[in-house]
Nanobody, 116 residues
Framework: QVQLVESGGGLVQPGGSLRLSCAAS????????MNWYRQAPGKERELVAG????????TYVDSVKGRFTISRDNAKNMVYLQMNSLKSEDTAVYYC?????????WGQGTQVTVSS
C-alpha cells in the first residue's frame, strides 16, 4: 500500500523558513520521481519543485527559484522541501507526489501559512 505522509507545515512570518518532509512507503522509492505541489484557496494545484529518481534533475516553478530547495534521501525513503524567504503568496496546502510514467500517488497535504 503506497503511503506518502507530509509533515513540517505550520504558521511562519514573512521572511521565515520551513522544512517540509515526506515519508514514503509501500513502493520502490528509487523508481519514482518525487514532486512537491501546492494549492492555494481558489487556485489550481501547481507543481512547485521536482527531483528525479536518483536526484540528478531538479525543477522549480519560477516563483520559488532561489528560495526553495528540493532534496531526497533514497536510503530513508524521504523527500524534503526547504523553504526560505517565505512570502504570503506561498501560503497553500503542500502535497507530496510520487510519479512514474503514468502512475501517480499523493499525500494528504500539509498546510503552510505565511502571515505576520
Amino acid at each position: 500500500q503506497v503511503q506518502l505522509v507530509e509533515s513540517g507545515g505550520g504558521l511562519v512570518q514573512p521572511g521565515g523558513s520551513l522544512r517540509l518532509s515526506c515519508a514514503a512507503s509501500g513502493f520502490i522509492f528509487t523508481n519514482y520521481a518525487m514532486n512537491w505541489y501546492r494549492q492555494a484557496p481558489g487556485k489550481e494545484r501547481e507543481l512547485v519543485a521536482g527531483i528525479s529518481s536518483v536526484g540528478g534533475v531538479l525543477t522549480y516553478v519560477d516563483s520559488v527559484k532561489g528560495r526553495f530547495t528540493i532534496s531526497r534521501d533514497n536510503a530513508k525513503n524521504m523527500v524534503y522541501l526547504q523553504m526560505n524567504s517565505l512570502k504570503s503568496e506561498d501560503t497553500a496546502v503542500y502535497y507530496c507526489n510520487a510519479r512514474r510514467v503514468v502512475e501517480s500517488h499523493w499525500g494528504q497535504g500539509t498546510q503552510v501559512t505565511v502571515s505576520s
